[in-house]
């Protein structure tokens, strides 16, 4: 989907664990198919396919049927400040990228006693496994300053996502105006899971506002904004 995965996982038997490599395979192998189905960069995948009405609904792949319902889900949680259906077709980008990468990380649950996380461009989902084991650090990068930090996070369970213009450009469009935002650089978001951190981050960089946290926070009971810059 136009972008780049890491995956980190942290134990004792790292190198003994038969169970490691299969699991391994199998998150890269789902990141696969989630870009084989869902980027807007193929011509030859079934969003393409739809975006360019080729696709007959009984075509559809199921997780694109389920990725579908979300972002209807997903505009109706944030007010309407994330669409997939912009001007130029459907583009669930702001929403598949966390729900792969969660699905993904769901092939290491085999994997006893490893703690992981899964960076798929910028946004990331983690776990710890063992209560009195380090939480996994999540620097902030500060989008005025490449060499300094917003924040520095923990995360033991849940998602990290970051919405903003400094690595993309103007990409994000307020759905209400089709004007790219420009009050807010950057907006981090925390919670149970990457995939609704990521939405509403997207969501909340493209609303902006001084209330955003607040907004955040009523819209979505267990996410945070963490992180915020503002244009200057």
């Known amino acids: 989907m136009g972008t780049e ?9 790292i190198d003994s ?17 989630a870009d084989e189905l869902f980027s807007t960069y193929r011509p030859d995948s079934q ?30 949680r944030t007010d309407g400040y994330f669409d997939a259906a912009l001007p130029g077709g459907f583009d669930p980008s702001g929403l598949v990228k966390g729900w792969a990468a969660e699905h993904a990380a769901a092939q290491l649950t085999r994997l006893r006693g490893f703690d992981h996380y899964l960076n798929v461009g910028g946004d990331l989902t983690g776990r710890t496994c063992i209560a009195s ?3 996994w650090r999540v620097a902030v990068e500060d989008p005025t300053d490449r060499d300094a930090f917003l924040a520095i996070l923990d995360l033991r369970a849940g998602g990290v996502a970051t919405s903003g213009s400094a690595a993309r ?30 939405v509403f ?16 926070a009523t819209r979505a009971p267990g996410y945070r904004v963490a992180a915020l810059a503002r244009a200057p």
Do not use: K
């Open 169 to 198: 450009g103007p990409h994000i469009i307020d759905p209400h105006t089709g004007i790219h935002p420009r009050e807010l650089l950057a907006v981090t978001v925390t919670g149970p899971t990457l995939l609704w951190a990521d």
């Open 133 to 135: 084991g380090p939480p």
């Open 17 to 33: 664990d038969p169970a490691v490599e299969p699991a391994v395979a199998a998150v890269f192998g789902h990141l696969r198919t």
């Open 5 to 13: 995965a890491s995956l980190h996982l942290r134990g004792p038997r």
């Open 47 to 76: 969003v393409s396919a739809l975006r360019r009405g080729e696709l007959p609904r009984e075509e559809w792949h199921p997780w694109l049927t389920d990725v579908v319902a979300l972002c209807e889900e997903a505009r109706d």
């Open 201 to 216: 981050a997207t969501a909340a960089f493209a609303r902006g506002g001084d209330d955003v946290a607040e907004w955040v």
